[in-house]
């Protein structure tokens, strides 16, 4: 502003004055803002952010204040900004809903501040449009099949793609949570832009063998779009098989290839019928290709066997012997590691008698991450006749003895006495000679003669009958079984011993420790002979002078060097038994002093000390009927000791496993009273060997019991030694009991008061005596299966239901009634389906059957039944069309079922024994409602005038034909026409047609002649009649047409049909529009 001030003189001049200029400046304050800002489409559920600036052009500092409705969110809302400056405004907006937002943003500028405000408030226009983000999935299924346990499979992707037009932002959840996590999928969460796509990587990491998993994973974004991606697998134990070499017949020439004969009927697997095994596997000598006879050796002298065994599987596989290396039959090596797919691995096996008795034992295999195996070694020592020496000669023994003493077992007549078996056999043979009826089992108890030999006698009906708990097969589950029945187990067994472990721990090297009593309990019906074979310490042999001197046979110098070798033998021993040698009566037993006698200093001694235990009569053939020879038995004994007077050495071994991860070994879902099996590896990362022990419990001294109260878990072995930087296999056993009363964990509880319970235990240890920090956590979880329908559970959110078993909830098992199910009404004579979801609720395999009432007219379900793996599910479809118009109630019965009966307790590796029928574990029913209604259709508008039109030309119209009924309707469109001619016409008579279908519009473009199409339109009647009922026959041209002349109307719905109307004579046309209700073939009978 420029203006003056006049200052005038009063005194002097007058009109003397002078001006005085004034100049002022006032500031002005301007904010500058976008007029608009669109944000154009925004995921709903997601923050979506756009920048704008807020210029200051004025030339004070400007304050200002933003004023802006829901969902905009504007930041920071107010401030001050200087002169010539910009601030920076986020705006952001979160759609809650597919809609369009539109909404002013006001700004307040300059309050409080004296100055030229041209615009003191400022205002931009938002603009959003919110969208659903939809994403998909190329595939739903990630099936990685069968995938060896300890090793990872490939990789699998699948693509996520987002078919939206906005960012799709998702996030992966895992819906099972009741168990340790398999599959590792990535990205977990992410953003997709629009209409694009992203690769998801699917690994499969198996841990237990016979474990199957299926894991169920949401996609889902913000919006709550979800995808949902189902991967399983299953994992699978290394293919390892155990045979040996046949044996080459003298009247067959010899074969060169037979120490390599890896063909099929020679490999040991026990994943078929016995019967069918056994037939095929058996060697030129009637034996299976699991039995190592050695036949008559004499004392002193030695025979060797060769056993191999077989990897078929394409990841290494270690393997251990349970035995002592120095035994009776010695194993060379006792443990290694099998090459992938490595077809013969030999190990040696050398027979040397000590005594003239029958020696028979059965050795187990434990493979890594696998189940056992098993065989058998039997063979006779003798002593020649020379001289005065005495021929000594035991009847020679033969698996058919093996065999038929083991089928006498498994039915409790393990223990008959050698008299008791010959009255049996000759009572027998009586009835067979008198031709009545005979007990087909006996046959079975007694040595057969001939190739054929004995066969077994408590086989499976089926060629591979699975588990209840559905792991592995049953026979192949038999090694285990009877590999964790104890010596001390009087149940099954007809000798037992009162210890199967001494530990003497520290005694002066060639001292002799405090005696450990043995006690061994005679079960049998007669006198039993004991003979302890003590074995010799690890590293120390008998010269080979002093190995012929236990042999020779001149009389004299046996005086003096049978007695000097037996001297050599005990310096050998780091264990002694007194008596050696003893006799027990029947139902009667004896004790023996076992000590420690160690010849060595500052080293570890265990050994395995067996105990060879045979009828008394069995010493010579001459007292023996070939037919009730029974085999000895062995009983062991295992003994540690060592000589380190400053204490035994630090050690360190790690528990590993292709099973075991982040220091857990997790089982298999179990069925309650069943029992799977898991093998884990010991190894030594010392230079030194030490001695092992297995405890558990969570006390630090081992003595702690498991989290529910019950032994569940069993290991064996549980002591023994492990060389310098060596490895031993332990097999460990869950067996889950029956869960009753209260429990800790998570259950899923039914009315009958089934539960599912898991137990945690803790194994540790024990190294050199001292307890190591290897630890191995124990988890395993007992159930019976049971089903559910989703649909029916009461849950808020449906993937609760599909993420069952979860250990976030409980749910209840359906029993009984469990409610009601709908079909849409349908209509008289036609068809609809709904799908049934059913669910696994457990990771337990089950059968599953579906039965209704005789009379179920109209209904059709399936399927009918079948088998759901753990955490399946299934679509079941039922199928409607009735026949009247009423209500249909329809009971489904569902009852559930596992995928294997009950079995008695499995006493002999090769004799499974057959199973009862599978016994009923869940039974409901399910109400299916459907109603059957009769169709109702109307045209719209009900009457149509058509203008007069020249013949041949042609006029369409439209016409609504509408469903006002509450089902589905097929439909298909007839007419009937009645013709007057025109008055012109030769022919004068009203004509009426019978009722026609109505056909689709033909091509009248460029007047074609109706020649051409004659056949297509009277297709379907060529009968009229005239006025008079003369009947004719003659061709019937079409004048009306349609479009669609038939289909399936919805539900309260419309459809347009278009009519085309072409004349094709002279005269008055009127047609009766008419809509037939269509019926289906009523063929879905229940």
Same mark, same amino acid.
């Given at each position: 502003?420029?203006?003056?001030?006049?200052?005038?003189?009063?005194?002097?001049?007058?009109?003397?004055?002078?001006?005085?200029?004034?100049?002022?400046?006032?500031?002005?304050?301007?904010?500058?803002?976008?007029?608009?800002?669109?944000?154009?489409?925004?995921?709903?559920?997601?923050?979506?952010?756009?920048?704008?600036?807020?210029?200051?052009?004025?030339?004070?500092?400007?304050?200002?204040?933003?004023?802006?409705?829901?969902?905009?969110?504007?930041?920071?809302?107010?401030?001050?900004?200087?002169?010539?400056?910009?601030?920076?405004?986020?705006?952001?907006?979160?759609?809650?809903?597919?809609?369009?937002?539109?909404?002013?943003?006001?700004?307040?500028?300059?309050?409080?501040?004296?100055?030229?405000?041209?615009?003191?408030?400022?205002?931009?226009?938002?603009?959003?449009?919110?969208?659903?983000?939809?994403?998909?999935?190329?595939?739903?299924?990630?099936?990685?099949?069968?995938?060896?346990?300890?090793?990872?499979?490939?990789?699998?992707?699948?693509?996520?793609?987002?078919?939206?037009?906005?960012?799709?932002?998702?996030?992966?959840?895992?819906?099972?949570?009741?168990?340790?996590?398999?599959?590792?999928?990535?990205?977990?969460?992410?953003?997709?832009?629009?209409?694009?796509?992203?690769?998801?990587?699917?690994?499969?990491?198996?841990?237990?063998?016979?474990?199957?998993?299926?894991?169920?994973?949401?996609?889902?974004?913000?919006?709550?779009?979800?995808?949902?991606?189902?991967?399983?697998?299953?994992?699978?134990?290394?293919?390892?098989?155990?045979?040996?070499?046949?044996?080459?017949?003298?009247?067959?020439?010899?074969?060169?290839?037979?120490?390599?004969?890896?063909?099929?009927?020679?490999?040991?697997?026990?994943?078929?019928?016995?019967?069918?095994?056994?037939?095929?596997?058996?060697?030129?000598?009637?034996?299976?290709?699991?039995?190592?006879?050695?036949?008559?050796?004499?004392?002193?002298?030695?025979?060797?066997?060769?056993?191999?065994?077989?990897?078929?599987?394409?990841?290494?596989?270690?393997?251990?012997?349970?035995?002592?290396?120095?035994?009776?039959?010695?194993?060379?090596?006792?443990?290694?590691?099998?090459?992938?797919?490595?077809?013969?691995?030999?190990?040696?096996?050398?027979?040397?008698?000590?005594?003239?008795?029958?020696?028979?034992?059965?050795?187990?295999?434990?493979?890594?991450?696998?189940?056992?195996?098993?065989?058998?070694?039997?063979?006779?020592?003798?002593?020649?006749?020379?001289?005065?020496?005495?021929?000594?000669?035991?009847?020679?023994?033969?698996?058919?003895?093996?065999?038929?003493?083991?089928?006498?077992?498994?039915? #409790?007549?393990?223990?008959?006495?050698?008299?008791?078996?010959?009255?049996?056999?000759?009572?027998?043979?009586?009835?067979?000679?008198?031709?009545?009826?005979?007990?087909?089992?006996?046959?079975?108890?007694?040595?057969?003669?001939?190739?054929? #030999?004995?066969?077994?006698?408590?086989?499976?009906?089926?060629?591979?009958?699975?588990?209840?708990?559905?792991?592995?097969?049953?026979?192949?589950?038999?090694?285990?079984?009877?590999?964790?029945?104890?010596?001390?187990?009087?149940?099954?067994?007809?000798?037992?011993?009162?210890?199967?472990?001494?530990?003497?721990?520290?005694?002066?090297?060639?001292?002799?420790?405090?005696?450990?009593? @043995?006690?061994?309990?005679?079960?049998?019906?007669?006198?039993?002979?004991?003979?302890?074979?003590?074995?010799?310490?690890?590293?120390?042999?008998?010269?080979?002078?002093?190995?012929?001197?236990?042999?020779?046979?001149?009389?004299?110098?046996?005086?003096?060097?049978?007695?000097?070798?037996?001297?050599?033998?005990?310096?050998?021993?780091?264990?002694?038994?007194?008596?050696?040698?003893?006799?027990?009566?029947?139902?009667?037993?004896?004790?023996?002093?076992?000590?420690?006698?160690?010849?060595?200093?500052?080293?570890?001694?265990?050994?395995?000390?067996?105990?060879?235990?045979?009828?008394?009569?069995?010493?010579?053939?001459?007292?023996?009927?070939?037919?009730?020879?029974?085999?000895?038995?062995?009983?062991?004994?295992?003994?540690?000791?060592?000589?380190?007077?400053?204490?035994?050495?630090?050690?360190?071994?790690?528990?590993?496993?292709?099973?075991?991860?982040?220091?857990?070994?997790?089982?298999?879902?179990?069925?309650?009273?069943?029992?799977?099996?898991?093998?884990?590896?010991?190894?030594?990362?010392?230079?030194?060997?030490?001695?092992?022990?297995? @405890?558990?419990?969570?006390?630090?001294?081992?003595?702690?019991?498991?989290?529910?109260?019950?032994?569940?878990?069993?290991?064996?072995?549980?002591?023994?030694?492990?060389?310098?930087?060596?490895?031993?296999?332990?097999?460990?056993?869950?067996?889950?009991?029956?869960?009753?009363?209260?429990?800790?964990?998570?259950?899923?509880?039914?009315?009958?008061?089934?539960?599912?319970?898991?137990?945690?235990?803790?194994?540790?240890?024990?190294?050199?005596?001292?307890?190591?920090?290897?630890?191995?956590?124990?988890?395993?979880?007992?159930? @019976?299966?049971?089903?559910?329908?989703?649909?029916?559970?009461?849950?808020?959110?449906?993937?609760?239901?599909?993420?069952?078993?979860?250990?976030?909830?409980?749910?209840?098992?359906?029993?009984?009634?469990?409610?009601?199910?709908?079909?849409?009404?349908?209509?008289?004579?036609?068809?609809?389906?709904?799908?049934?979801?059913?669910?696994?609720?457990?990771?337990?395999?089950?059968?599953?059957?579906?039965?209704?009432?005789?009379?179920?007219?109209?209904?059709?379900?399936?399927?009918?039944?079948?088998?759901?793996?753990?955490?399946?599910?299934?679509?079941?479809?039922?199928?409607?069309?009735?026949?009247?118009?009423?209500?249909?109630?329809?009971?489904?019965?569902?009852?559930?079922?596992?995928?294997?009966?009950?079995?008695?307790?499995?006493?002999?590796?090769?004799?499974?024994?057959?199973?009862?029928?599978?016994?009923?574990?869940?039974?409901?029913?399910?109400?299916?409602?459907?109603?059957?209604?009769?169709?109702?259709?109307?045209?719209?508008?009900?009457?149509?005038?058509?203008?007069?039109?020249?013949?041949?030309?042609?006029?369409?119209?439209?016409?609504?034909?509408?469903?006002?009924?509450?089902?589905?309707?097929?439909?298909?469109?007839?007419?009937?026409?009645?013709?007057?001619?025109?008055?012109?016409?030769?022919?004068?008579?009203?004509?009426?047609?019978?009722?026609?279908?109505?056909?689709?519009?033909?091509?009248?473009?460029?007047?074609?002649?109706?020649?051409?199409?004659?056949?297509?339109?009277?297709?379907?009647?060529?009968?009229?009649?005239?006025?008079?009922?003369?009947?004719?026959?003659?061709?019937?041209?079409?004048?009306?047409?349609?479009?669609?002349?038939?289909?399936?109307?919805?539900?309260?719905?419309?459809?347009?049909?278009?009519?085309?109307?072409?004349?094709?004579?002279?005269?008055?046309?009127?047609?009766?529009?008419?809509?037939?209700?269509?019926?289906?073939?009523?063929?879905?009978?229940?």
């Amino acid at each position: 502003y420029d203006d003056f001030i006049y200052i005038k003189m009063l005194d002097g001049i007058e009109g003397n004055g002078f001006h005085v200029p004034v100049r002022a400046t006032i500031d002005k304050l301007i904010l500058v803002t976008p007029s608009g800002l669109d944000f154009g489409y925004c995921p709903t559920h997601q923050t979506t952010v756009k920048i704008f600036f807020l210029d200051n052009v004025g030339e004070v500092d400007a304050p200002f204040q933003w004023d802006v409705p829901a969902p905009f969110i504007l930041s920071p809302m107010s401030g001050i900004i200087a002169a010539g400056k910009s601030q920076e405004i986020m705006v952001k907006i979160v759609p809650t809903d597919a809609s369009v937002f539109v909404s002013v943003a006001v700004c307040h500028v300059g309050a409080g501040v004296h100055a030229i405000i041209p615009d003191p408030i400022i205002t931009t226009k938002l603009s959003a449009i919110g969208k659903y983000a939809y994403i998909v999935l190329s595939e739903d299924v990630v099936s990685f099949d069968e995938v060896i346990s300890g090793t990872s499979p490939e990789h699998k992707e699948v693509i996520l793609r987002n078919e939206s037009v906005v960012p799709a932002e998702f996030s992966l959840i895992r819906l099972d949570q009741d168990r340790d996590e398999v599959f590792s999928i990535t990205p977990q969460s992410g953003v997709i832009a629009p209409l694009a796509e992203m690769a998801v990587s699917v690994r499969y990491s198996p841990l237990a063998m016979g474990c199957y998993s299926l894991d169920r994973y949401h996609f889902r974004t913000p919006g709550n779009c979800s995808s949902m991606l189902t991967c399983r697998g299953m994992a699978m134990p290394p293919k390892v098989m155990l045979y040996k070499q046949p044996v080459v017949s003298a009247v067959e020439p010899p074969n060169n290839n037979t120490t390599t004969n890896t063909s099929t009927h020679n490999i040991f697997s026990q994943s078929s019928s016995n019967d069918l095994l056994m037939e095929s596997m058996r060697a030129n000598d009637g034996a299976p290709m699991f039995s190592l006879n050695f036949r008559d050796v004499e004392v002193g002298k030695v025979e060797t066997r060769v056993l191999f065994l077989r990897n078929d599987s394409a990841r290494e596989a270690a393997f251990s012997i349970i035995a002592d290396s120095n035994g009776v039959f010695k194993m060379t090596p006792k443990q290694g590691i099998i090459p992938a797919l490595f077809k013969s691995f030999a190990v040696t096996v050398v027979f040397s008698p000590t005594k003239p008795n029958n020696f028979y034992r059965r050795f187990f295999v434990l493979v890594g991450d696998a189940l056992p195996l098993f065989y058998d070694c039997l063979g006779t020592g003798f002593i020649r006749a020379k001289g005065e020496v005495k021929e000594q000669r035991p009847a020679p023994i033969r698996h058919a003895h093996v065999q038929a003493y083991r089928n006498r077992s498994i039915h #409790g007549l393990g223990g008959l006495s050698p008299d008791e078996l010959d009255r049996m056999f000759d009572q027998h043979a009586s009835t067979m000679s008198s031709s009545t009826a005979s007990d087909a089992i006996t046959p079975y108890y007694f040595a057969q003669t001939g190739r054929a #030999g004995t066969r077994a006698l408590s086989v499976t009906t089926l060629q591979r009958p699975v588990t209840r708990t559905g792991e592995s097969t049953r026979p192949l589950l038999g090694p285990a079984h009877e590999f964790f029945i104890h010596h001390t187990d009087r149940s099954c067994r007809e000798i037992t011993v009162s210890k199967t472990q001494l530990d003497f721990g520290f005694a002066p090297h060639m001292s002799t420790s405090a005696a450990q009593t @043995v006690t061994l309990y005679n079960r049998t019906h007669a006198k039993v002979v004991v003979d302890w074979q003590v074995p010799f310490a690890h590293g120390m042999q008998l010269a080979d002078n002093v190995q012929l001197a236990l042999g020779e046979s001149d009389r004299d110098k046996d005086i003096i060097t049978e007695d000097r070798a037996k001297k050599m033998v005990s310096m050998m021993q780091a264990f002694a038994v007194s008596p050696v040698s003893a006799e027990i009566q029947a139902n009667q037993s004896a004790s023996f002093q076992v000590t420690f006698v160690p010849k060595q200093s500052s080293r570890n001694f265990v050994s395995e000390l067996e105990a060879f235990v045979y009828f008394k009569n069995q010493r010579t053939f001459r007292l023996v009927n070939d037919h009730s020879l029974t085999p000895p038995w062995c009983v062991t004994v295992g003994a540690v000791g060592h000589t380190f007077s400053s204490g035994q050495l630090l050690a360190k071994a790690i528990l590993t496993g292709g099973n075991c991860k982040n220091g857990k070994l997790v089982f298999p879902c179990c069925f309650e009273g069943e029992c799977t099996y898991q093998t884990f590896m010991l190894r030594n990362t010392s230079n030194l060997p030490s001695t092992f022990q297995i @405890v558990l419990g969570w006390d630090e001294d081992g003595s702690g019991s498991s989290v529910d109260g019950e032994e569940v878990f069993s290991v064996k072995p549980t002591m023994g030694e492990v060389g310098a930087e060596d490895f031993v296999l332990i097999c460990v056993r869950f067996a889950p009991v029956a869960s009753t009363g209260s429990n800790k964990t998570n259950s899923y509880n039914s009315n009958s008061g089934s539960k599912s319970r898991k137990s945690v235990q803790l194994l540790r240890c024990r190294l050199n005596g001292q307890m190591s920090g290897s630890k191995l956590l124990l988890e395993g979880s007992g159930a @019976v299966p049971f089903l559910l329908l989703p649909e029916l559970q009461p849950f808020t959110r449906a993937e609760l239901s599909w993420g069952l078993p979860s250990p976030t909830g409980t749910s209840n098992i359906p029993n009984g009634p469990c409610g009601q199910l709908f079909l849409r009404p349908t209509c008289v004579g036609l068809s609809t389906t709904r799908a049934i979801h059913i669910k696994n609720g457990s990771r337990l395999p089950l059968k599953f059957k579906l039965s209704l009432p005789e009379r179920t007219d109209g209904l059709l379900i399936s399927p009918m039944g079948g088998v759901l793996k753990g955490n399946e599910s299934l679509t079941l479809t039922a199928s409607f069309a009735p026949i009247k118009a009423e209500k249909y109630e329809y009971k489904l019965n569902f009852s559930v079922y596992p995928v294997g009966g009950r079995s008695k307790r499995v006493i002999d590796a090769n004799q499974p024994g057959p199973v009862a029928a599978p016994e009923l574990l869940q039974s409901f029913s399910v109400q299916l409602v459907a109603q059957g209604e009769v169709g109702a259709l109307v045209f719209d508008p009900a009457r149509l005038t058509v203008a007069v039109r020249l013949v041949n030309s042609v006029e369409t119209k439209e016409i609504y034909l509408e469903n006002v009924s509450e089902s589905d309707v097929s439909y298909m469109l007839q007419y009937r026409e009645e013709f007057t001619p025109d008055s012109a016409s030769r022919e004068v008579e009203r004509t009426v047609s019978e009722c026609m279908d109505l056909v689709s519009q033909p091509s009248f473009d460029n007047n074609k002649k109706r020649e051409e199409d004659d056949e297509d339109r009277t297709s379907s009647n060529n009968n009229y009649s005239n006025g008079n009922g003369r009947r004719k026959q003659a061709p019937f041209e079409h004048s009306l047409f349609c479009e669609s002349p038939s289909g399936v109307l919805p539900a309260r719905s419309r459809t347009r049909i278009v009519l085309t109307y072409h004349p094709v004579k002279a005269g008055l046309f009127e047609f009766l529009l008419l809509a037939q209700v269509v019926c289906v073939p009523n063929s879905n009978k229940g």
